[in-house]
């Protein structure tokens, strides 16, 4: 079964392409240049600045948590989401969830993690929507290249979470 859940703010059809990733069909903004409405009301230049996918076994994050304390999670996550992450229903789901967000806005500035602290990168989930906040040399770096906005978005399925984002 393939869940999926998105944050894209349904954008116009003629600004999608389909690409197909396995059995993935994943949206991917194309027109480069077009001013796009998200939210109804912040306008964003919708040139693509990086991209990136992640895909991640949940049973790998699952024995993550299971073997190390709070204070050596957050080596790697942040305070806010192991709160989150620990009282949700889908605790191991959402910590891969936050972890292959790292990974894949790591590939999306064109730098993996060199240089950024795993807990600069943020993600925030609620209910169907993944949100990416970014901060320290992460948010430096996203400056730099000047990239305004994240979208992100994921799915689930036998037992793996695929993220993927993109920096606009």
Not at 43 to 53: T, W, Y
Not at 118 to 132: A, C, F, G, R
Not at 135 to 148: C, H, L, W
Request: hydrophobic share 40%; charged share 25%; with cysteine.
């Amino acid at each position: 079964m393939l869940v999926t859940r998105s944050d894209l703010s349904d954008p116009p059809k003629s600004a999608l392409k389909w690409e197909t990733l396995g059995s993935l069909v994943l949206p991917f903004l194309r027109e480069v240049g077009e001013t796009q409405a998200f939210s109804g009301a912040l306008e964003i230049s919708a040139e693509i600045k990086g991209v990136g996918i992640d895909i991640l076994p949940i049973p790998r994050i699952t024995r993550l948590i299971e073997r190390y304390d709070r204070y050596t999670l957050m080596l790697v996550f942040t305070p806010g989401e192991i709160d989150r992450c620990q009282s949700s229903h889908h605790c191991d789901r959402d910590f891969a969830i936050c972890f292959a967000a790292k990974e894949a806005v790591g590939k999306a500035l064109g730098t993996g993690l060199a240089g950024i602290d795993w807990n600069e990168i943020e993600s925030i989930l609620t209910q169907d929507h993944l949100t990416v906040e970014l901060n320290g040399e992460a948010g430096i770096q996203t400056q730099e290249k000047g990239i305004q906005i994240w979208q992100a978005a994921w799915c689930e399925w036998d037992e793996h979470v695929l993220v993927h984002v993109l920096a606009l």
